[in-house]
């Protein structure tokens, strides 16, 4: 026989091969048409001055948020009722109605029975006092008498396996000692309804095993109701009877816990759907508005890179590429500018209007580089993309560079060559002649030194 068979007329428990009706059994909760609004500040009055202003003005300093809209529905004394819904969709505003901790705009709420409600694993424990001392303190916060706590006391310390240190101060406690003593006076409790919010995963397996016993034997009890908020749709199928997804602070269905459970997994499925497209909706905004150092919107492409190898000797031809992207019309140029990085400056640049291009939209062009000018070194290339300008004759307008990681370095290493100068005897020499000084006097002849000249010479 299933677990749990589900009617449009009726509920049925399922209990070691006994059915139990729990729409006959009286109605241990009543939830009828609750709203809940909060009251969200959005501007705050620094004194009674500003507050006149702003009341003279029309502004409330605040905007409403509606977490419940017109809720309703019944849990009957026997039931264990799973209450699931995503974060922000209300279900924990509802327990705390439900718990008293909350009062609702509209609508009421009915209680039959005595209610324990335990949201908070530890709320109201002082550390200062003893396990002992807390177990009363928790049972006044939770409406019981001290003969009341008296008469469950004993079945609360050896649930929580705490005999040796009840009389103890708590802040002396590991917090998984802790956590054991809250959650046995929460399910020790002798009242008739019990309200708990995520609180099952509690403790180390041991302890775990010893309340998936008594949530087994309380569903078999008649006399006692279980409410449970959870995320975890496996104890919503192994324990409740009934469930409900409230989803936007409305219920979405209620009813059989299966189909509950589908339908809060499905929300998921559907929820990380939408989020995974927002976000790539603002990726794409992000790609679109935002543009590496030096490009835009009218050019987002625009990038030198390396064909050749990017370490090279002077009798090498370096060999690199430009990639742009441009689809307006007109003419365009790019131009090109040869950094030298160690030494600084611009060893040479193209000009503006040498490198017509011929072809609008994404495209790559190529170029030489002969090298065997310079000496040892470091360079970069830079390229801009230019448009001729519409007020000055013959001049140009950027529309990009492209710098940082668009830009192309490359290294020049060759023995022949010398580090400090950037040109190479190669490239340019001086030629000594004979001739007069500027104030008339003969200049001395010149001995050209002839052999090999040391990388180091400066």
């Not at 919107?297 to 890179?305: A, D, N, Y």
Request: glycine residues 8%.
């Amino acid at each position: 026989m299933s677990e749990k068979t589900q009617t449009n007329e009726q509920t049925v428990v399922t209990v070691d091969d006994t059915v139990r009706d729990t729409t006959k059994a009286p109605v241990a909760l009543s939830v009828s048409h609750v709203s809940k609004t909060f009251k969200l500040p959005t501007e705050q009055a620094t004194g009674l001055k500003q507050a006149f202003i702003n009341w003279t003005r029309g502004i409330k300093g605040y905007k409403e948020q509606r977490v419940l809209r017109d809720v309703s529905f019944e849990v009957h004394q026997g039931d264990f009722f799973g209450i699931v819904g995503r974060n922000g969709g209300g279900k924990s505003t509802l327990l705390k109605i439900i718990s008293g901790i909350y009062v609702p705009e509209e609508g009421e709420v009915k209680i039959n029975g005595k209610l324990v409600p335990f949201i908070e694993l530890g709320v109201g424990f002082n550390p200062e006092l003893t396990g002992r001392e807390n177990v009363y303190l928790n049972g006044a916060l939770l409406g019981f008498t001290r003969e009341e706590v008296d008469a469950m006391y004993d079945d609360i310390v050896e649930f929580a396996e705490l005999e040796e240190f009840m009389d103890q101060k708590l802040k002396n406690y590991s917090s998984g000692m802790q956590v054991r003593l809250a959650f046995s006076v929460a399910i020790k409790a002798q009242g008739d309804i019990l309200v708990l919010d995520e609180v099952l995963a509690v403790g180390d397996e041991a302890f775990q095993r010893k309340c998936d016993n008594f949530f087994t034997e309380i569903r078999k009890d008649p006399s006692k109701t279980v409410i449970l908020v959870t995320h975890d749709m496996g104890s919503v199928k192994k324990y409740c009877n009934r469930a409900m997804f409230i989803q936007d602070g409305e219920i979405a269905v209620i009813g059989d816990k299966e189909t509950v459970a589908e339908r809060y997994t499905l929300a998921n499925l559907e929820a990380e759907k939408k989020e995974e497209q927002l976000k790539k909706i603002e990726e794409r905004k992000r790609s679109e508005n935002e543009y590496p150092n030096g490009l835009n919107e009218r050019c987002p492409i625009l990038r030198t890179f390396g064909v050749s190898p990017l370490m090279l000797k002077s009798s090498d031809t370096f060999r690199f590429g430009v990639e742009y992207q441009y689809d307006e019309p007109g003419d365009f140029y790019l131009a090109i500018a040869l950094h030298d990085i160690r030494r600084g400056g611009i060893t040479y640049d193209t000009g503006a209007k040498v490198f017509k291009m011929k072809e609008h939209g994404h495209h790559k062009v190529y170029f030489d580089l002969p090298l065997n000018l310079f000496n040892d070194g470091e360079f970069r290339l830079l390229t801009s993309l230019r448009t001729p300008s519409p007020t000055v004759a013959n001049m140009t307008d950027a529309v990009a560079v492209a710098l940082d990681d668009n830009s192309c370095t490359f290294v020049i290493r060759d023995k022949r060559n010398r580090t400090y100068a950037l040109l190479s005897d190669r490239a340019v020499m001086f030629t000594p002649v004979a001739g007069d000084d500027v104030d008339g006097t003969e200049m001395n002849g010149t001995e050209i030194v002839t052999g090999t000249v040391p990388s180091q010479n400066a």
